[in-house]
């Protein structure tokens, strides 16, 4: 059985790769994936990529919310964005600067600055090639999610944006202050 690896792990920053046989034993791996991020609860978790569960494949799945349907993404590759500032919403700009997380690095948590909108291409469990374009919170999970499979992971995005990370003790967010 599959389970979630934490950092600091080699196959976390790595680049996945391709996917090339769509076959049973994806779908099979795509159905433990979907086990396991059923499963967290604390956090509960949005998104799984596959090295994050110790795969060298470009695959990850989300569940923006409660209620939504799992997505499952191969060999994606972001072809399109579309910034913050170039975003006509005041009301999206605001939901874009929240604090990410990530199962690999539990109880880590900082602001990334993120683009509002992305579109997506990406292989289905049959191999058929999809174009989408995902705004809002599921813009951020599908970013997050790609710098897996290129083997960067948010803490990395936190330092190179001159941004606080923190870590949650006891139910509070203290800022980390040393990270070396």
């Known amino acids: 059985m599959l389970k979630i690896i934490t950092a600091p792990n080699k196959i976390l920053s790595q680049p996945a790769q391709p996917v090339s046989a769509f076959d049973q034993r994806l779908k099979e791996t795509v159905k433990q994936m979907i086990e396991i991020l059923e499963k967290q609860t604390d956090p509960p978790g949005v998104g799984l990529a596959a090295n994050q569960v110790?795969?060298?494949?470009?695959?990850?799945?989300?569940?923006?919310?409660?209620?939504?349907?799992?997505?499952?993404?191969?060999?994606?590759?972001?072809?399109?964005?579309?910034?913050?500032?170039?975003?006509?919403?005041?009301?999206?700009?605001?939901?874009?600067?929240?604090?990410?997380?990530?199962?690999s690095l539990p109880k880590i948590w900082g602001p990334i600055k993120r683009a509002?909108?992305?579109?997506?291409?990406?292989?289905?469990?049959?191999?058929?090639?999809?174009?989408?374009?995902?705004?809002?919170?599921?813009?951020?999970?599908?970013?997050?999610e790609v710098d897996?499979?290129?083997?960067?992971?948010?803490?990395?995005?936190?330092l190179e944006q001159n941004q606080p990370l923190y870590e949650e003790k006891d139910g509070q967010l203290k800022r980390i202050k040393n990270l070396l």
């Open 54 to 103: 110790g795969l060298d494949i470009a695959l990850f799945i989300i569940k923006p919310t409660k209620k939504s349907k799992i997505s499952v993404f191969i060999n994606p590759k972001i072809i399109k964005t579309v910034l913050l500032k170039d975003s006509p919403s005041k009301a999206c700009k605001k939901k874009m600067i929240k604090l990410e997380g990530c199962l």
């Open 148 to 158: 897996h499979l290129q083997g960067i992971v948010f803490t990395q995005r936190s």
């Open 116 to 144: 509002s909108r992305v579109l997506l291409q990406y292989q289905d469990l049959e191999g058929k090639m999809h174009q989408r374009w995902f705004s809002g919170f599921e813009a951020v999970i599908i970013q997050h």
